[in-house]
Structures are given as C-alpha cells and as structure tokens.
C-alpha cells in the first residue's frame, strides 16, 4: 500500500471519528491500568461492569491493598481469569507504592516490570493515559492491518513496528484506537460490513474471499 493512500484511510477514519478512545471507563492513570489489566480475554462490557462497582469503594494502590485480595476478587470475578488478575493487582500496588510513589511509570520498561503486565498493556496506558504515539496491536488491529493492506505483518509485533513506521506523524496518537473500533464494529471477523466501510475503495482486501 502506497503512502498516500494510508494518508486518505487515516483521514477519513479521523473525519468520521475526530477524537477517539478506549471505551473502556477511566478517570486516572491507575484507573486506566487496572481496566486494561482485566481486560485481557474479556470485553470492556464486563471490564466496565467491574470497574463501576469497584472505583468508587478502591481506586488507589492504597485503597484496593487496604480492600484485600478476596475482597477485590469479589469485583471482578465476573471477568474471566479473574483469581490470577486479582493476585497480578495486589502485586502491581504493592511495586507502584514500594519503587514508583503510588503513581503509574511513564516508561515502557517501568510498566511491563508490573505483573500481568505485557507490551499490549503498556502500550494502552502509553498511549491513552500519557498521550504518546504508541500502537497497542490487538486482535481487531492485527485483522485489519493485514485485511487491508494498511500494515501487513504475520506477528503482533511486526505489524506494531509497521504501523509506527508507515502510519503518519499527525494520525499516529489516535491511529490504533481508529482501527480497533473499526475492526470492532465495520471490519469484522466472519463477515465485515463492506458496505458500511468508509475505506472500502481504499481497502485492498479481496472481495472474492468475502
């Protein structure tokens, strides 16, 4: 796919979405990094369902330490893995309030020392909570960035790499929110909405698979 051609996809996923963002429910840093800890294998549905109940009773790494480990698990234990996110928690306050003063690291290295902690997760909170250009490849962006022609790649972290490397400067904040979104609801799985698809004569996804 040529330059000018991811130039127009970006530009008219902006047009159609001028300030996108997770969906998942945050008023903080931490806050963020907790949703996106549980939401590994699980929807922001549930996440949110979760969080809704627990962030007014625990929204500190003090708080939820002092709130206790079964306790917590009760919050969440609608959400799939729920006794090892729990534990990964507990341990992620304790290492924020014992080396970083109870606030969330700005660095990537800081935060996948954290437990539960991957490069995906990281790059979320790089990304949404402290606003750097960072992809957080998940499976809706791995599918689109390959169906489309925008990134191919055969692992998550060589379409990650392609997408900093080909995506320009100016969609680069907001670009893995845009394609999550469309994965999510236009460029689906089983049966994308060709249709529906603001980008679809700009798509290089061959029709005859459809």
Sequence with gaps: MNPAKRREIFTRLQAANPH???????????????AVLLS??????????ATRQLYPVA????????????????????????????KHIMQTCRILLEQHGGAVPQTREALE??????????????????????????THIFRVSNRTGIAPGKTVL??????????PDEFKH?????????????????????GQCVIEDLCEYRKKEL
């Design 113 to 138: 020392a954290l437990p539960g902690v991957g490069r995906k997760t990281a790059n979320v909170v790089l990304n949404t909570a402290f606003g750097q250009p960072t992809m957080a490849v998940d």
């Design 20 to 34: 996108p963002t997770t969906e998942l429910e945050f008023h903080s840093p931490f806050e963020l990094l907790i």
């Design 40 to 49: 590994a294998q699980a929807t922001d549905i549930s996440v949110n369902a």
């Design 158 to 167: 060589e379409v990650e790499l392609k997408l900093i490397k080909f995506v």
């Design 59 to 86: 929204n500190t790494p003090q708080a939820i330490l002092a709130l206790g480990e079964e306790k917590l698990r009760g919050y969440v234990q609608r959400i799939g893995l729920y006794k090892t996110k729990a």
């Design 174 to 194: 907001d670009a893995h929110h845009w394609l999550i979104l469309h994965g999510r609801y236009v460029c689906q799985a089983r049966k994308p909405k060709c």
